[in-house]
Protein backbone atom coordinates (compact mmCIF):
# COMPACT_ATOMS: atom_id res chain seq x y z
CA UNK A 1 0.00 0.00 0.00
CA UNK A 2 1.24 3.15 -0.81
CA UNK A 3 1.87 5.76 1.87
CA UNK A 4 -0.43 9.07 1.90
CA UNK A 5 0.49 12.49 3.21
CA UNK A 6 -1.51 13.21 6.59
CA UNK A 7 -1.05 16.75 8.60
CA UNK A 8 -0.05 15.90 12.01
CA UNK A 9 -0.14 17.96 15.53
CA UNK A 10 3.81 18.02 16.72
CA UNK A 11 3.83 21.15 19.47
CA UNK A 12 1.19 23.04 21.12
CA UNK A 13 1.24 26.40 23.10
CA UNK A 14 -0.70 29.47 24.61
CA UNK A 15 -0.86 31.69 26.21
CA UNK A 16 -2.68 33.24 29.67
CA UNK A 17 -2.69 36.92 29.95
CA UNK A 18 -2.16 37.46 33.08
CA UNK A 19 -4.68 40.24 34.64
CA UNK A 20 -7.25 37.57 35.97
CA UNK A 21 -11.01 39.23 36.10
CA UNK A 22 -13.04 37.72 38.53
CA UNK A 23 -16.47 38.16 38.42
CA UNK A 24 -17.17 40.60 40.61
CA UNK A 25 -15.28 43.06 38.43
CA UNK A 26 -18.81 43.67 37.11
CA UNK A 27 -20.35 44.58 40.40
CA UNK A 28 -20.28 48.63 39.78
CA UNK A 29 -21.09 48.70 35.88
CA UNK A 30 -23.61 49.80 34.29
CA UNK A 31 -25.99 47.27 32.13
CA UNK A 32 -28.82 48.40 29.65
CA UNK A 33 -30.96 46.40 27.15
CA UNK A 34 -30.35 46.56 23.51
CA UNK A 35 -33.61 48.56 23.28
CA UNK A 36 -30.78 51.36 25.57
CA UNK A 37 -33.44 50.89 28.64
CA UNK A 38 -31.34 50.38 31.52
CA UNK A 39 -31.64 46.46 33.25
CA UNK A 40 -33.90 46.84 36.25
CA UNK A 41 -32.26 43.70 38.21
CA UNK A 42 -28.85 44.40 40.24
CA UNK A 43 -25.57 43.79 39.21
CA UNK A 44 -26.05 40.81 41.83
CA UNK A 45 -28.59 39.31 40.36
CA UNK A 46 -27.02 39.76 36.68
CA UNK A 47 -23.86 38.12 37.59
CA UNK A 48 -25.27 35.28 39.56
CA UNK A 49 -27.47 34.02 36.40
CA UNK A 50 -24.26 34.77 34.00
CA UNK A 51 -22.40 32.13 35.98
CA UNK A 52 -25.58 29.94 36.49
CA UNK A 53 -25.98 29.87 32.52
CA UNK A 54 -22.28 29.73 31.54
CA UNK A 55 -20.10 28.78 34.50
CA UNK A 56 -17.77 31.33 33.95
CA UNK A 57 -16.01 32.57 37.14
CA UNK A 58 -13.23 34.11 35.99
CA UNK A 59 -11.31 35.08 32.53
CA UNK A 60 -7.87 36.75 31.70
CA UNK A 61 -7.40 40.06 30.18
CA UNK A 62 -4.16 41.13 28.40
CA UNK A 63 -1.69 43.99 30.32
CA UNK A 64 -2.01 47.70 29.25
CA UNK A 65 0.60 47.69 26.29
CA UNK A 66 -0.03 44.31 25.18
CA UNK A 67 -1.75 43.33 21.85
CA UNK A 68 -2.77 40.05 19.54
CA UNK A 69 -0.41 39.99 17.82
CA UNK A 70 1.98 40.03 20.89
CA UNK A 71 0.08 36.75 22.39
CA UNK A 72 0.16 35.36 19.37
CA UNK A 73 3.63 35.87 18.92
CA UNK A 74 4.18 33.75 23.04
CA UNK A 75 2.24 31.51 21.46
CA UNK A 76 4.15 30.57 18.81
CA UNK A 77 7.15 30.88 20.99
CA UNK A 78 5.59 28.00 23.34
CA UNK A 79 4.46 25.94 20.74
CA UNK A 80 8.05 25.53 19.20
CA UNK A 81 9.55 25.02 22.11
CA UNK A 82 7.38 22.27 22.63
CA UNK A 83 7.56 20.97 19.13
CA UNK A 84 11.79 21.28 19.22
CA UNK A 85 11.58 22.74 16.48
CA UNK A 86 13.29 25.83 14.87
CA UNK A 87 11.21 29.15 14.23
CA UNK A 88 13.28 29.78 10.91
CA UNK A 89 12.00 25.69 9.58
CA UNK A 90 8.30 27.62 9.33
CA UNK A 91 7.28 27.51 6.04
CA UNK A 92 3.54 29.51 7.13
CA UNK A 93 2.04 31.35 9.71
CA UNK A 94 -1.70 31.67 10.15
CA UNK A 95 -2.82 33.62 12.49
CA UNK A 96 -6.37 33.52 13.08
CA UNK A 97 -8.23 36.25 14.88
CA UNK A 98 -11.12 38.84 14.52
CA UNK A 99 -10.22 42.35 15.15
CA UNK A 100 -6.52 42.59 14.46
CA UNK A 101 -4.28 44.55 17.00
CA UNK A 102 -6.70 46.69 19.31
CA UNK A 103 -4.78 48.96 21.55
CA UNK A 104 -6.37 50.03 25.55
CA UNK A 105 -8.77 52.99 24.77
CA UNK A 106 -8.93 52.85 21.15
CA UNK A 107 -11.43 50.33 20.14
CA UNK A 108 -10.21 51.26 16.18
CA UNK A 109 -9.04 47.58 14.50
CA UNK A 110 -5.48 47.58 13.40
CA UNK A 111 -4.68 44.60 10.78
CA UNK A 112 -2.19 46.25 8.45
CA UNK A 113 0.23 44.73 7.90
CA UNK A 114 -1.47 41.38 9.01
CA UNK A 115 -1.54 40.10 11.94
CA UNK A 116 0.44 36.67 10.38
CA UNK A 117 3.28 39.44 9.73
CA UNK A 118 3.65 41.34 12.44
CA UNK A 119 3.94 38.07 14.29
CA UNK A 120 6.59 36.35 11.58
CA UNK A 121 8.37 40.22 12.25
CA UNK A 122 8.25 39.64 16.41
CA UNK A 123 9.65 36.61 16.01
CA UNK A 124 12.68 37.59 13.85
CA UNK A 125 12.34 35.08 11.41
CA UNK A 126 14.37 35.89 8.36
CA UNK A 127 13.20 33.49 5.66
CA UNK A 128 11.18 34.76 2.62
CA UNK A 129 10.07 31.54 2.15
CA UNK A 130 7.59 31.64 5.35
CA UNK A 131 4.57 32.66 3.86
CA UNK A 132 2.03 34.44 5.83
CA UNK A 133 -1.71 34.15 5.88
CA UNK A 134 -4.28 35.89 8.16
CA UNK A 135 -7.56 34.21 8.90
CA UNK A 136 -10.84 35.95 9.94
CA UNK A 137 -13.68 33.41 10.40
CA UNK A 138 -15.33 34.04 13.63
CA UNK A 139 -14.46 32.14 17.00
CA UNK A 140 -14.40 29.05 14.34
CA UNK A 141 -11.32 30.81 12.80
CA UNK A 142 -8.21 27.93 14.14
CA UNK A 143 -10.09 25.23 13.45
CA UNK A 144 -10.80 26.76 9.63
CA UNK A 145 -6.88 27.94 9.78
CA UNK A 146 -6.15 24.08 10.70
CA UNK A 147 -8.24 22.90 7.74
CA UNK A 148 -6.66 25.34 5.84
CA UNK A 149 -3.13 24.23 7.22
CA UNK A 150 -4.19 20.25 6.01
CA UNK A 151 -4.82 22.43 2.43
CA UNK A 152 -0.83 22.93 2.03
CA UNK A 153 -0.08 19.96 3.37
CA UNK A 154 -1.46 17.63 1.55
CA UNK A 155 -1.11 19.50 -1.70
CA UNK A 156 2.62 19.00 -1.00
CA UNK A 157 2.57 22.87 -1.15
CA UNK A 158 4.57 23.00 2.34
CA UNK A 159 5.62 20.83 5.15
CA UNK A 160 5.59 22.65 8.35
CA UNK A 161 3.90 25.49 9.68
CA UNK A 162 1.66 27.24 12.57
CA UNK A 163 -1.29 27.95 13.12
CA UNK A 164 -2.66 30.57 16.13
CA UNK A 165 -5.26 31.88 17.03
CA UNK A 166 -5.81 34.86 19.19
CA UNK A 167 -8.20 37.31 20.12
CA UNK A 168 -8.05 40.65 22.15
CA UNK A 169 -12.02 40.67 23.10
CA UNK A 170 -11.49 42.54 26.13
CA UNK A 171 -11.40 45.74 24.46
CA UNK A 172 -14.00 45.36 21.97
CA UNK A 173 -17.03 44.55 24.09
CA UNK A 174 -19.30 46.99 24.90
CA UNK A 175 -18.90 47.49 29.29
CA UNK A 176 -22.47 48.12 28.87
CA UNK A 177 -23.63 44.87 27.81
CA UNK A 178 -23.98 42.22 29.87
CA UNK A 179 -22.68 40.13 27.02
CA UNK A 180 -19.73 41.74 27.56
CA UNK A 181 -18.80 39.24 30.69
CA UNK A 182 -18.25 36.55 28.44
CA UNK A 183 -15.01 37.80 26.70
CA UNK A 184 -11.87 37.38 27.53
CA UNK A 185 -8.04 37.31 26.12
CA UNK A 186 -6.07 34.62 24.97
CA UNK A 187 -3.93 32.53 22.48
CA UNK A 188 -3.72 28.76 21.72
CA UNK A 189 -0.68 27.71 19.06
CA UNK A 190 -0.26 24.02 16.62
CA UNK A 191 2.65 23.35 14.87
CA UNK A 192 1.77 20.78 11.99
CA UNK A 193 3.80 18.97 9.43
CA UNK A 194 3.28 16.43 6.74
CA UNK A 195 3.62 12.78 8.01
CA UNK A 196 3.53 9.99 5.83
CA UNK A 197 1.98 7.33 6.42
CA UNK A 198 0.17 3.89 5.21
CA UNK A 199 -2.66 4.12 8.14
CA UNK A 200 -4.76 7.28 7.94
CA UNK A 201 -3.20 9.61 10.90
CA UNK A 202 -3.08 13.42 12.22
CA UNK A 203 -5.95 15.00 10.12
CA UNK A 204 -8.03 11.98 9.29
CA UNK A 205 -11.23 13.99 8.04
CA UNK A 206 -12.65 17.24 8.47
CA UNK A 207 -16.54 18.64 8.12
CA UNK A 208 -17.96 22.50 8.10
CA UNK A 209 -20.69 24.60 7.68
CA UNK A 210 -21.96 28.44 7.18
CA UNK A 211 -25.49 29.56 7.19
CA UNK A 212 -24.75 32.99 6.53
CA UNK A 213 -27.66 34.00 4.89
CA UNK A 214 -30.29 32.92 7.40
CA UNK A 215 -28.08 33.50 10.30
CA UNK A 216 -24.90 35.77 9.97
CA UNK A 217 -26.88 38.54 11.91
CA UNK A 218 -26.54 36.54 15.52
CA UNK A 219 -23.08 38.05 16.08
CA UNK A 220 -21.83 40.84 14.93
CA UNK A 221 -20.86 44.40 15.18
CA UNK A 222 -22.39 47.18 16.91
CA UNK A 223 -23.16 50.56 18.69
CA UNK A 224 -22.75 50.52 22.19
CA UNK A 225 -26.18 49.65 24.92
CA UNK A 226 -25.67 52.93 27.14
CA UNK A 227 -28.27 55.81 25.59
CA UNK A 228 -25.85 58.34 26.56
CA UNK A 229 -22.98 56.95 24.51
CA UNK A 230 -22.28 59.22 21.56
CA UNK A 231 -19.27 57.96 19.55
CA UNK A 232 -19.06 55.63 16.55
CA UNK A 233 -17.00 53.01 18.24
CA UNK A 234 -18.46 49.70 17.15
CA UNK A 235 -18.63 46.62 19.76
CA UNK A 236 -19.48 42.70 19.48
CA UNK A 237 -23.03 42.14 19.54
CA UNK A 238 -24.74 38.86 20.40
CA UNK A 239 -28.00 37.87 20.25
CA UNK A 240 -28.00 34.96 22.67
CA UNK A 241 -30.81 32.99 22.84
CA UNK A 242 -31.03 32.51 18.74
CA UNK A 243 -27.18 31.49 18.87
CA UNK A 244 -27.74 29.37 21.36
CA UNK A 245 -30.93 26.90 19.60
CA UNK A 246 -28.63 27.86 16.47
CA UNK A 247 -26.02 26.19 17.65
CA UNK A 248 -27.25 23.28 19.61
CA UNK A 249 -29.27 21.90 16.57
CA UNK A 250 -26.71 22.66 14.00
CA UNK A 251 -23.41 21.92 15.39
CA UNK A 252 -24.62 18.42 16.96
CA UNK A 253 -25.60 16.98 12.72
CA UNK A 254 -21.75 18.48 11.57
CA UNK A 255 -19.75 16.31 13.85
CA UNK A 256 -21.73 13.52 13.38
CA UNK A 257 -20.66 14.30 9.53
CA UNK A 258 -17.34 14.41 10.04
CA UNK A 259 -16.90 11.47 12.19
CA UNK A 260 -18.91 9.51 9.35
CA UNK A 261 -16.10 10.71 6.67
CA UNK A 262 -13.89 9.26 8.99
CA UNK A 263 -15.75 6.15 9.20
CA UNK A 264 -15.75 6.58 12.91
CA UNK A 265 -18.35 6.19 15.71
CA UNK A 266 -18.73 8.39 18.61
CA UNK A 267 -17.45 5.76 21.03
CA UNK A 268 -13.99 5.39 19.10
CA UNK A 269 -13.36 9.06 20.70
CA UNK A 270 -11.40 9.88 23.52
CA UNK A 271 -12.01 13.81 23.89
CA UNK A 272 -14.07 16.63 22.29
CA UNK A 273 -12.00 19.93 22.59
CA UNK A 274 -15.22 22.10 21.69
CA UNK A 275 -15.10 25.93 21.07
CA UNK A 276 -15.85 27.75 25.10
CA UNK A 277 -18.35 29.49 24.48
CA UNK A 278 -20.73 28.51 27.36
CA UNK A 279 -20.38 25.97 29.61
CA UNK A 280 -24.06 24.47 29.62
CA UNK A 281 -24.81 25.14 25.44
CA UNK A 282 -21.64 22.95 25.13
CA UNK A 283 -23.24 20.00 27.05
CA UNK A 284 -26.37 19.83 25.29
CA UNK A 285 -24.53 20.22 21.79
CA UNK A 286 -22.34 16.87 22.94
CA UNK A 287 -25.49 15.35 24.41
CA UNK A 288 -27.41 15.97 21.21
CA UNK A 289 -24.87 14.32 19.30
CA UNK A 290 -25.09 11.55 21.71
CA UNK A 291 -28.86 11.43 20.68
CA UNK A 292 -28.13 11.47 16.99
CA UNK A 293 -26.22 7.86 17.82
CA UNK A 294 -29.29 6.90 19.97
CA UNK A 295 -26.97 6.78 22.96
CA UNK A 296 -26.30 8.68 26.22
CA UNK A 297 -22.86 9.38 27.87
CA UNK A 298 -21.01 10.98 30.60
CA UNK A 299 -20.11 14.19 28.26
CA UNK A 300 -18.19 15.86 31.39
CA UNK A 301 -15.46 12.89 30.86
CA UNK A 302 -15.22 12.98 27.27
CA UNK A 303 -15.50 17.26 27.10
CA UNK A 304 -12.60 19.02 28.82
CA UNK A 305 -13.48 22.63 29.95
CA UNK A 306 -11.67 25.57 30.44
CA UNK A 307 -14.17 28.58 30.29
CA UNK A 308 -14.98 28.85 33.72
CA UNK A 309 -11.55 30.18 34.05
CA UNK A 310 -10.70 31.52 30.80
CA UNK A 311 -14.36 32.32 29.77
CA UNK A 312 -14.32 32.98 26.00
CA UNK A 313 -11.27 33.97 24.17
CA UNK A 314 -12.71 33.65 20.34
CA UNK A 315 -10.20 31.47 18.33
CA UNK A 316 -7.71 31.07 21.16
CA UNK A 317 -10.66 28.59 23.00
CA UNK A 318 -9.64 25.54 21.21
CA UNK A 319 -6.19 25.33 20.58
CA UNK A 320 -5.48 26.95 24.21
CA UNK A 321 -7.38 24.14 25.52
CA UNK A 322 -5.97 21.15 23.49
CA UNK A 323 -2.59 22.93 24.89
CA UNK A 324 -3.74 22.64 28.25
CA UNK A 325 -4.83 18.50 28.12
CA UNK A 326 -1.92 17.70 25.88
CA UNK A 327 0.48 19.14 29.02
CA UNK A 328 -1.89 17.27 31.21
CA UNK A 329 -3.17 21.14 33.21
CA UNK A 330 -6.72 20.09 32.80
CA UNK A 331 -8.01 17.70 36.21
CA UNK A 332 -6.64 14.59 34.69
CA UNK A 333 -8.06 15.04 31.13
CA UNK A 334 -5.67 13.36 28.83
CA UNK A 335 -4.57 12.08 25.65
CA UNK A 336 -2.11 9.77 24.13
CA UNK A 337 -0.44 8.10 21.18
CA UNK A 338 -3.49 6.55 19.29
CA UNK A 339 -6.84 8.68 20.43
CA UNK A 340 -8.78 9.88 18.23
CA UNK A 341 -10.32 13.13 19.11
CA UNK A 342 -12.91 16.29 17.90
CA UNK A 343 -11.82 19.22 17.66
CA UNK A 344 -14.89 21.52 17.34
CA UNK A 345 -15.98 25.53 16.75
CA UNK A 346 -18.81 27.26 16.44
CA UNK A 347 -19.36 31.65 15.72
CA UNK A 348 -19.94 34.28 13.69
CA UNK A 349 -20.99 33.97 9.99
CA UNK A 350 -22.33 31.77 11.41
CA UNK A 351 -19.64 28.95 10.80
CA UNK A 352 -18.95 25.56 11.98
CA UNK A 353 -15.75 23.17 11.41
CA UNK A 354 -15.51 20.10 13.07
CA UNK A 355 -11.84 17.86 12.99
CA UNK A 356 -11.30 14.46 13.40
CA UNK A 357 -7.66 13.90 14.38
CA UNK A 358 -5.54 10.82 15.66
CA UNK A 359 -3.11 11.60 17.97
CA UNK A 360 0.41 10.09 17.28
Partial sequence: ???????????????????????????????YEASKKKVEKSNEEIINKFYEITNIAERRYVADGQVTSDIATYAVTDACESAGVSMESLEFIIVCHNFGDIRE???????????????????????????CHDVISGCPGWTQGMII???YIKSGFMKRGVVVGADVLSRISDPH???????????????????????????????????????????????????????????????????????????????????????LH?????????????EKMDEVILNNVYKLYGESGNVMEIMPMSISKLGNSSTATVP???????????????VEKGDYIVLCSVGAGMNINSIVYKWE
Fill in 320 to 334: TLLDLVIKQKMNGHR
Fill in 105 to 131: GNVRMDALPALSNKVKMKLNIKNPACI
Fill in 266 to 278: LTDIKKVFIHQAN
Fill in 149 to 151: ADA
Fill in 177 to 263: DRDSMIYADGAGATIVEVIESDAPTGIISHASRSDSAQHASLLMLGGSNNPVFKGNDQFIKMTGHKLYVYAISTVPQVVKESLDKAG
Fill in 1 to 31: MSKEKYTRIIGTGSYLPPVVIKNDYFLNHEF
